[in-house]
């Protein structure tokens, strides 16, 4: 049916998460076995002829997939939290031990011989029933094409693209991806992630300060142009005068195009023909602009 004819033969791991023909465990004795709802046969851990293993392996329609452990032998296992599952969580190198599966399909293992001492810890394993599994790969700090490549190679889908302006990354490159790396999920499962558009470029001009009588207030105008990459519809701006602040307004600017703020400051700013200093910062997804005028109170 498959493997070696020779003995103490290493395994083939291929890609986590990826059957293939070629993908075999290592020879071992003593490992832990079970079997799912769909009828696919699981294997966890066991001895070789050196070293002990803490890999798991699904065995579907003729073919082994490495689901997850290490593909390096006598490794420890990664406990976590008791009682909450999470990807990173693996039981360490052992033997026999005891294994079980539930009346509602869960695969349970207790104990066993790692490759020092003997342990009596208890695990449980929720299988997804009837399907293969994938790991998420690292893509962020990739490009689109080599984040693309990535998803599709772990038996992946791709799910939404988006961009976001960052003062730190590259554009083109990718600085966010759902879900994280390194969880499992069902193979053929979407993984999106966000690109980076790169710095904003976002200019401010002072259009004029009046006095308002009315409302005794002064009335600040500005110009902001997004004539880089800055998202749309997420500029805050917040702005202040001799330090008195002002509430955050709200400035939906698509690139290449400008809009208006209007300040209204109260007299208690300044006094009339003072010099007063206006400070401002624009804050969107990703970072931040700011600046400042120097002005003559009307």
Same mark, same amino acid.
């Given at each position: 049916?498959?493997?070696?004819?020779?003995?103490?033969?290493?395994?083939?791991?291929g890609?986590?998460?990826?059957?293939?023909a070629?993908?075999?465990?290592?020879?071992?004795?003593?490992?832990?076995?079970?079997?799912?709802?769909?009828?696919?046969?699981w294997?966890?851990?066991?001895?070789?002829?050196?070293?002990g293993?803490?890999?798991?392996?699904?065995?579907e329609?003729?073919?082994?997939?490495?689901?997850?452990?290490?593909?390096?032998?006598?490794?420890?296992?990664?406990?976590?939290?008791?009682?909450?599952?999470?990807?990173?969580?693996i039981?360490?190198?052992?033997?026999?031990?005891?294994?079980?599966?539930?009346?509602?399909?869960?695969f349970?293992?207790?104990?066993?011989?790692?490759?020092?001492?003997?342990?009596?810890?208890?695990?449980k394993?929720?299988?997804?029933?009837?399907?293969?599994?994938?790991?998420?790969?690292?893509?962020v700090?990739?490009?689109?094409?080599?984040?693309?490549? $990535?998803?599709? !190679?772990?038996?992946? #889908?791709?799910?939404?693209?988006? /961009? @976001? &302006?960052?003062?730190?990354? %590259?554009?083109?490159?990718?600085?966010?991806?759902?879900?994280l790396?390194g969880?499992?999920?069902?193979?053929?499962?979407?993984?999106?992630?966000?690109?980076?558009?790169?710095a904003?470029?976002?200019?401010?001009?002072?259009?004029?300060?009046?006095?308002?009588?009315?409302?005794?207030?002064?009335?600040?105008?500005?110009?902001? $142009?997004?004539? !880089?990459n800055?998202? #749309?519809?997420?500029?805050?701006? /917040? @702005? &202040?005068?001799?330090?008195? %602040?002002?509430?955050?307004a709200?400035?939906?600017?698509?690139?290449?195009?400008?809009?208006?703020?209007?300040?209204?400051?109260?007299?208690?700013?300044?006094?009339?023909g003072?010099?007063?200093?206006?400070?401002?910062?624009?804050?969107?997804?990703?970072?931040?602009?700011?600046?400042?005028?120097?002005l003559?109170?009307?």
């Amino acid at each position: 049916m498959g493997g070696s004819n020779l003995t103490n033969q290493p395994g083939g791991y291929g890609t986590k998460g990826l059957a293939s023909a070629a993908n075999v465990p290592g020879a071992r004795a003593a490992g832990f076995a079970w079997t799912d709802a769909a009828g696919n046969f699981w294997l966890f851990g066991g001895s070789g002829s050196v070293v002990g293993f803490n890999d798991l392996w699904e065995y579907e329609s003729g073919l082994w997939t490495w689901i997850g452990g290490s593909e390096l032998g006598n490794q420890p296992g990664t406990y976590g939290t008791e009682g909450v599952a999470a990807p990173a969580n693996i039981p360490g190198a052992r033997n026999f031990g005891i294994s079980w599966t539930d009346t509602t399909g869960n695969f349970w293992l207790f104990g066993g011989c790692g490759p020092v001492n003997c342990l009596n810890d208890l695990w449980k394993y929720e299988p997804v029933t009837g399907l293969a599994v994938g790991v998420v790969p690292n893509v962020v700090g990739d490009t689109r094409a080599a984040a693309t490549l $990535a998803i599709s !190679g772990a038996g992946l #889908a791709i799910g939404t693209i988006t /961009t @976001a &302006a960052s003062s730190t990354v %590259a554009p083109g490159i990718v600085i966010i991806e759902t879900p994280l790396s390194g969880t499992q999920v069902p193979l053929g499962s979407p993984v999106s992630f966000v690109i980076s558009s790169g710095a904003p470029h976002l200019v401010t001009t002072l259009q004029s300060i009046t006095l308002n009588g009315a409302t005794n207030q002064y009335v600040v105008v500005l110009d902001i $142009a997004n004539t !880089g990459n800055a998202p #749309a519809g997420n500029l805050t701006l /917040t @702005a &202040a005068m001799l330090n008195r %602040a002002l509430p955050v307004a709200s400035l939906p600017i698509s690139v290449g195009n400008a809009n208006t703020a209007t300040l209204n400051f109260p007299l208690t700013a300044g006094a009339p023909g003072s010099i007063g200093a206006l400070t401002f910062t624009l804050t969107y997804t990703g970072g931040s602009s700011g600046g400042g005028f120097r002005l003559v109170l009307p």
